[in-house]
């Protein structure tokens, strides 16, 4: 735990006693493995900026050796088209709207959360230890999904991913660190916290307003994971971190934007019945070659 402004010494403390807390709820809860070392850093707005442009940077990296190498020169010029346009909204994203981003480190699968105290302040998350909590636990998660990925390595070598689609996989992540946050915070304080109900600054509404929302990740993705424990499990759901045939496919996210955008609630139920079905015949599978 690390405090790289040198004034926030009081919320460095907050932090790790949250992760002392949460930590054995969100393995419980995620069905998860802590990673070896927990990885929370405070850091100025320049930092966080500089990361998420890196990251950037890395991910179209990653996509360029997946091509066809008569295609690398274009995916890496579009690629610095848009670092450029990425690394100049980028400031505005981190001192405003992003309190917390969660990456993994370079050379392995260990990862790192960079909380923002300038972001913390605008979302209104530091308004109520509730919120700060959801917070934690949703970006913990992230570095144990990460862990159970390695890094999205399955996923890579498969050619899952492309520069402009990640496959289902940002679904994935959102949506079970979203589960995951409800059911510890639901356990903490008698009922669920969601962080975007968290009082935002004026500033923060006004900057939000001058940034294009993009599809809410967070809640298709929230229920998807839900339907697919409800039918399949949650160490079924797990399965997925490491079998790339597991994730949703393009038609059963469609599923889910659907189900998001009906007056009454519905649930999307065509990733979960493949991942229920896929279960079932594993089970039949060994009950013959056992028979």
């Not at 070896?36 to 405070?42: M, T, W, Y």
């Not at 505005?92 to 370079?106: D, G, H, I, N």
């Not at 409800?182 to 935002?200: C, E, F, I, K």
Request: glycine share 6%; hydrophobic share 40%.
């Amino acid at each position: 735990m690390q405090d790289e402004t040198g004034a926030h010494d009081d919320l460095r403390e907050q932090v790790a006693e949250i992760v002392a807390r949460v930590a054995p709820l969100v393995e419980s809860a995620s069905g998860l493995d802590l990673p070896d070392r927990v990885n929370f850093r405070i850091v100025p707005v320049e930092t966080a900026q500089s990361a998420m442009t890196g990251h950037m940077a890395d991910l179209f990296r990653t996509y360029r050796g997946l091509v066809p190498r008569w295609r690398r020169p274009f995916v890496t010029v579009f690629a610095a088209l848009l670092v450029a346009l990425f690394s100049r909204r980028s400031a505005v994203r981190c001192e405003f709207l992003v309190s917390a981003a969660t990456y993994t480190l370079p050379g392995n699968a260990r990862s790192e959360t960079l909380l923002v105290p300038e972001a913390l302040r605008h979302t209104g998350v530091l308004t109520d230890v509730k919120h700060l909590t959801s917070l934690i636990v949703h970006e913990l998660t992230h570095q144990m999904q990460n862990g159970k990925s390695a890094n999205r390595a399955n996923w890579t070598a498969n050619k899952v991913m492309t520069a402009l689609h990640a496959g289902g996989i940002n679904y994935l992540e959102e949506g079970h660190a979203c589960w995951t946050d409800q059911a510890v915070t639901r356990a903490l304080y008698g009922t669920a916290v969601d962080v975007r109900s968290a009082p935002t600054s004026e500033e923060y509404k006004n900057r939000a307003r001058g940034h294009r929302r993009g599809v809410d990740v967070h809640r298709v993705g929230l229920l998807l994971v839900e339907s697919v424990i409800e039918m399949a499990g949650l160490p079924r759901l797990n399965e997925v971190w490491q079998n790339h045939r597991l994730l949703p496919t393009r038609d059963e996210e469609a599923e889910g934007f659907a189900a998001l955008a009906c007056d009454q609630p519905t649930r999307p139920t065509r990733w979960a019945c493949r991942l229920a079905r896929a279960s079932s015949d594993d089970v039949d599978g060994r009950i013959s070659s056992d028979g």
